[in-house]
């Protein structure tokens, strides 16, 4: 499902993010319960508020990625050097 909302007012980004994290989470909750729900979310088209890796990977799929981070990019120079975007969740 993909959701479009369109406003000219910068000053109701807050309010209209709002609005749309409420129907993404009500629009999920009801297709789980009525045994619709496909957990998955494409990047792409993503809200900031969406968990994409958590919804989208396995837990061996994202230890995989974490794992190839911490080998190529152990200073997280990427996700402090690119900006906007989805990063990998930081390790504890």
Do not use: C
Request: glycine share 4%; aromatic share 14%.
């Amino acid at each position: 499902m993909i959701m479009r909302f369109w406003w000219t007012n910068k000053e109701d980004d807050a309010a209209i993010e709002k609005v749309a994290d409420k129907w993404l989470k009500w629009t999920k909750k009801e297709s789980s319960k009525r045994g619709i729900l496909y957990p998955f979310t494409y990047i792409n088209y993503a809200s900031k508020h969406q968990d994409v890796y958590g919804e989208t990977l396995s837990k061996e799929n994202m230890s995989k990625m974490l794992a190839i981070q911490s080998t190529y990019d152990e200073d997280l120079k990427f996700s402090k050097l690119v900006p906007g975007g989805f990063k990998l969740p930081k390790q504890h």
